[in-house]
């Protein structure tokens, strides 16, 4: 009798193992592994630079997660979810470990909230300690963010280039204006977009390069500045944390008065 009851109960157990299995997990909802949506949905942004831009600024675990609604280009042309580091995919960058923070993080989230109805797609190609002559036309950096660039396009729309460099100037400043004149118009016109918004970020501490940046607006249509004031270096040249923060604010409040223009 003992034996019996024994070999029901075993029975009814397995039973009710084999009932709780056949009954279906619910739906785990997750962030697509990538952007496959309409182009027109999503806005596409050049970010090119020096050190600033390729992001030195540590980052702490809450802002490592994917930035909702932002897509990073990979190296395989492909939109994965932004996260930081950014310049991760990069071309021309150097070592991985060093890249951190850079403002195109919160310009992502910023200009999200301005339109929640459009992804942001970031192709950023930065290297630290560059100068502007080695972004002039017809040269490896210049030719990889045009490639890049080109090729964000079959699948998003440019809607605008975020630039930040000059410390690599700082000794030399006097023709800065003049090239980075020069830069915008070989860009726009080697992408076939004569009116593509073009925003230049200021630097830390060296007057004789920013306002020269300052002048641009003045001297090329559809140009802006994300200014440098009141923003903390951790170093001689880069920014922290809450100052890179800052400067993609102002990055993204830059570009949409650009975007605004008639």
């Known amino acids: 009798m003992k034996n019996r009851l024994?070999?029901?109960?075993?029975?009814i157990f397995i039973l009710g193992i084999v009932g709780l299995l056949a009954v279906p997990a619910?739906?785990?909802?997750?962030?697509?592994?990538?952007?496959?949506?309409?182009?027109?949905?999503?806005?596409?942004y050049l970010l090119i630079g020096q050190s600033n831009m390729a992001g030195r600024a540590p980052f702490a675990e809450e802002q490592a997660g994917p930035v909702e609604g932002a897509y990073l280009f990979t190296d395989k042309a492909e939109w994965e979810p932004a996260r930081n580091p950014l310049n991760r995919y990069s071309t021309i960058r150097k070592d991985l470990?060093?890249?951190?923070m850079n403002p195109g993080y919160a310009f992502a989230i910023e200009m999200r909230k301005h339109n929640p109805d459009r992804a942001i797609g970031l192709v950023v190609n930065a290297r630290g300690g560059t100068g502007i002559g080695e972004w002039k036309r017809g040269t490896p950096y210049y030719k990889e963010a045009l490639r890049r660039a080109k090729e964000a396009q079959k699948s998003g729309t440019l809607c605008g280039i975020l630039w930040h460099q000059g410390e690599g100037d700082s000794e030399h400043p006097e023709a800065y204006l003049s090239?980075?004149?020069q830069l915008v118009s070989d860009l726009r016109k080697d992408l076939k977009m004569p009116r593509l918004p073009f925003v230049a970020g200021q630097i830390n501490g060296v007057p004789a390069?920013?306002?020269?940046?300052?002048?641009l607006p003045e001297t090329v249509p559809f140009s802006g500045v994300a200014g440098s004031e009141d923003l903390k270096a951790m170093d001689r040249w880069h920014f922290d944390t809450e100052s890179m923060l800052l400067l993609g604010r102002r990055y993204a409040e830059a570009m949409l008065k650009l975007q605004k223009k008639p």
Do not use: F, H
């Open 209 to 215: 390069i920013n306002d020269q940046i300052a002048k």
């Open 179 to 181: 090239n980075l004149q």
């Open 26 to 44: 619910p739906a785990q909802e997750s962030a697509p592994d990538k952007y496959t949506g309409p182009k027109d949905k999503l806005q596409v």
């Open 97 to 100: 470990g060093m890249q951190k």
């Open 6 to 11: 024994s070999k029901a109960a075993k029975r």
